[in-house]
């Protein structure tokens, strides 16, 4: 084992929410073959991509990202553009990567950056400071050191006997701590800890955790400098264990759902319509779904008594997915 070890304390937090977790997937992974299907990945892997974007303020959105995806023009500034080729690119190798290899993480950030940085795939040479609201909050490591401490990490990574949720989440905190790289370091710290996860349980796969990090941008932003304040890592794995299980639980949700209720092909076909234009109507569902305007209605009957839809307002309102991952 490397004699190295990141500065954190296990506490009953952690490990009550390892337990949560672990139920849970245990949930989703007994019906994965049935539920987890490419559409589903695809569909998780457009929010992850979203999320982790719009952290970095990138907010083109899920549906250029998809439309992106499917060679087709958007509108957006040619940095937006780039981004998001990039991190599709990135994320395409997500199953390939090998979790505790110093040199696939290097390649995930050339991919990621390629065309936005010229030293895309190499540590910094330079030293910086990463500015919060206040000021400069964290001053990283020297520059001439960073390899060093990279290499420790990725060896303590590897050998270490720590649970790989535990793992997962200080890597990401350690890795944002020494930011080793000139930019894109956010980006692949998540994707890094998505990594890992992966080759824990493979179910992580369809985890969109980033976009649930997005939704608590600020409590992220707040554990990491609590975290680097404290100098252990502590505070933000309590964060991020409480990020995983609130993602691996809406997933779950979703599966339990599906299971209990197998939606039909008309049904689906529904959701991904009222997801395109909230305020569609039952003329125009049943021109798109090809089916009487009398079956929609029992549609969207049943979509509502399962709770996956809701009607806002009257015949000037508009639908809500209520459950939806």
Partial sequence: MSSYKPPYTITSKMVNLISFISEELTRIEYNKKEIITPQLRKKNRVKTLAGT???EGNFLGEEKITAILEGK????TYQEILEVEGAIN???EFE???FDNAQDLLKAHKT???GILKTAGSFRSVNVGVGSSDGVAHVAPPHGVVPSLMRDLF????KSDEHPLIKSCVFHYEFEFIHPFSD???RIGRLWQSVILYHWREVFAVMPTESIVRDNQEHYYNALEQSTDMGESTIFVEFMLDVILDTVRKVG???GNKVGNALTDNQLKIMENIKLNSKVSATKLAELVGISKRKIEENLAKLKELKLLKRVGGTRGYWEIVNEI
Avoid at 73 to 76: D, F
């Fill in 53 to 55: 974007l719009e952290i």
């Fill in 73 to 76: 023009r958007v509108l957006g």
């Fill in 90 to 92: 990135a994320y395409k």
């Fill in 96 to 98: 390939n990567y090998k």
């Fill in 112 to 114: 990621l950056m390629n």
């Fill in 155 to 158: 060896e303590w990574l590897k």
């Fill in 184 to 186: 894109g370091n956010g």
């Fill in 253 to 255: 949700n979703w599966v």
